[in-house]
């Protein structure tokens, strides 16, 4: 039964680029979260996908969006990259949209030149 | 919005050693869960104990859901136990996270 899986687990970007990144849930699940975690800090919402379509969204700017596709996997983008954006990218999923417990990936670790 | 308070922020044991990790929230629970990340960065579930008590092997947690805490309890510590320890709180969608408790286990 495989888990969260996340790709690329690194990668080196600089300033003003664009990048994605992609998390298949766990199987069985169909509601996809995206979170970032700074170095020292907790992770934060960036927002939810579940019947391909954004459910709530955290306090993050219009450069951060996403996907989710039929098969219920999905995509983060970034555009317009910030040295602050820096940071791990955690993907979890979890089944029925909510209320349910999030299984995380092991991350996509971000850095920022 | 939702507040999550972890405590204390680190601690440092001797292998062997029984320890117990605060986390208090500020609004009805419908969604607990504690984390273990380890020095990997990987984010493992440990419990997902929105009230009630229960047990996973030297693992123990219990949440007063009227009270708005949760406890975390680690026994027989193991070197292998270090790392973070988040607490997270959710409504229908969203977790929000505390800020952790750093654990380091000595041998």
């Known amino acids: 039964d495989a888990g969260v899986t996340q790709s690329p687990t690194h990668l080196i970007k600089t300033r003003g680029q664009q990048v994605t990144l992609r998390c298949s849930p766990k199987?069985?699940?169909?509601?996809v979260s995206w979170y970032q975690q700074a170095l020292g800090q907790g992770p934060q919402f960036i927002f939810q996908?579940?019947?391909?379509?954004e459910r709530q969204r955290g306090n993050f700017p219009d450069r951060f969006s996403g996907h989710q596709f039929p098969n219920y996997s999905s995509e983060l983008n970034v555009n317009a990259l910030l040295l602050g954006d820096s940071a791990l990218y955690l993907c979890?999923?979890?089944w029925g949209g909510g209320l349910q417990p999030q299984h995380f990936g092991d991350g996509t670790r971000l850095s920022i030149l | 919005g939702i507040q999550v308070e972890q405590s204390p922020p680190d601690l440092i044991l001797q292998e062997g050693a029984n320890s117990t990790l605060r986390c208090n929230f500020s609004?009805?629970?419908?969604?607990l869960q504690w984390f273990h990340q380890n020095p990997w960065g990987q984010l493992i579930n440990l419990f997902y104990?929105?009230?009630g008590t229960k047990q996973n092997g030297r693992l123990s947690a219990t949440t007063v859901a009227t009270e708005r805490y949760s406890l975390l309890y680690i026994s027989s510590s193991q070197t292998t136990d270090s790392g973070v320890y988040f607490c997270?709180?959710?409504?229908?969608?969203?977790?929000?996270f505390g800020k952790g408790t750093k654990l380091t286990v000595n041998p």
């Open positions: 996908y579940y019947e391909e379509e």
């Open positions: 997270a709180q959710g409504g229908s969608e969203k977790l929000v």
């Open positions: 199987s069985g699940h169909d509601t």
């Open positions: 979890a999923s979890s």
């Open positions: 609004d009805s629970v419908n969604n």
């Open positions: 104990i929105p009230s």
